[in-house]
């Protein structure tokens, strides 16, 4: 069994949201993106967590992250977690 987290950051330099997956705990993967993990982050730092959800599995994960991705997730995280 694989535990995977969803995980949501919000820039604080321009209020950005970035949507992540990750079998390292978010806090781990919110050090890395503020150290300039990859090109876009880095050009965003610094970020905050300001959502995060647990799965059993990295398929459940990764389906939710997708989801997160779309058009009605983006309306679902609009509508349930502040920017």
């Known amino acids: 069994?694989?535990?995977a987290w969803i995980?949501?950051?919000?820039?604080?330099?321009?209020?950005k949201r970035y949507?992540?997956?990750t079998e390292k705990t978010p806090e781990v993967?919110?050090?890395e993106h503020n150290t300039g993990s990859n090109k876009w982050t880095k050009e965003n730092r610094p970020f905050i967590i300001i959502h995060?959800?647990?799965?059993k599995t990295k398929a459940e994960a990764l389906k939710r992250?997708?989801?997160?991705k779309s058009g009605?997730?983006?309306k679902w995280l609009d509508e349930h977690i502040p920017r």
């Open 1 to 3: 069994m694989n535990m």
């Open 7 to 15: 995980y949501v950051l919000r820039s604080q330099r321009n209020n």
């Open 19 to 21: 949507i992540g997956e």
């Open 29 to 31: 993967r919110l050090g």
């Open 52 to 55: 995060r959800e647990w799965y």
């Open 65 to 68: 992250e997708k989801f997160l």
């Open 72 to 74: 009605q997730g983006r």
